[in-house]
């Protein structure tokens, strides 16, 4: 009898639950206290100038400065490999792909816990897409993952 494993066909989908549940978990584990802050995805404002602050960093070609601004064990695409050593690989091949400069607008946060989903849209010339990113609350938190 064959097993049937619905991530193998939907393996983003799958790392980005994934991603999201690991963050579900630690903000169970926090205090009453925490829940008090206020949401990440509030202040509108300071998410754009996230985003420029990485579109700035990936139109460098900054892999170390972008690979700085994921958590210790964030993640970037597809791939499902978490860490910053994993992200820099990932942020290598794919830095240079494109002479247009890309830039990110965001579209609509959502808080999730003590984390913000952010959908983006990505322009890069006459490409453009939508986006996700998983951010942990605080700055130095960083981005959990990024499709």
């Known amino acids: 009898m064959k097993h049937l494993n619905p991530c193998a066909h939907l393996g983003l989908f799958c790392a980005l639950v994934g991603a999201l549940s690991v963050v579900a978990a630690g903000v169970l584990a926090l205090p009453g206290e925490a829940f008090a ?8 404002a300071a998410l754009q100038r996230r985003l420029d602050d990485f579109d700035a960093r990936w139109n460098a070609s900054d892999a170390w400065g972008l690979t700085a601004q994921f958590a210790l064990d ?12 994993a992200v820099y690989r990932e942020l290598i091949a794919r830095l240079g792909r494109s002479p247009q400069p890309r830039q990110t607008r965001l579209v609509r946060s959502t808080a999730v816990g003590q984390a913000c989903l952010v959908d983006v849209q990505v322009k890069s010339g006459e490409r453009s897409e939508a986006g996700l990113f998983l951010l942990a609350q605080a700055r130095e938190g960083g981005i959990v993952a990024m499709r």
């Not at 802050?37 to 509108?44: F, I, L, M, R």
């Not at 964030?74 to 978490?82: H, I, R």
């Open 74 to 85: 964030g993640s970037l695409g597809a791939a499902g490999e978490t860490g910053r050593q």
């Open 37 to 44: 802050a206020a949401s990440p995805c509030e202040d509108q």
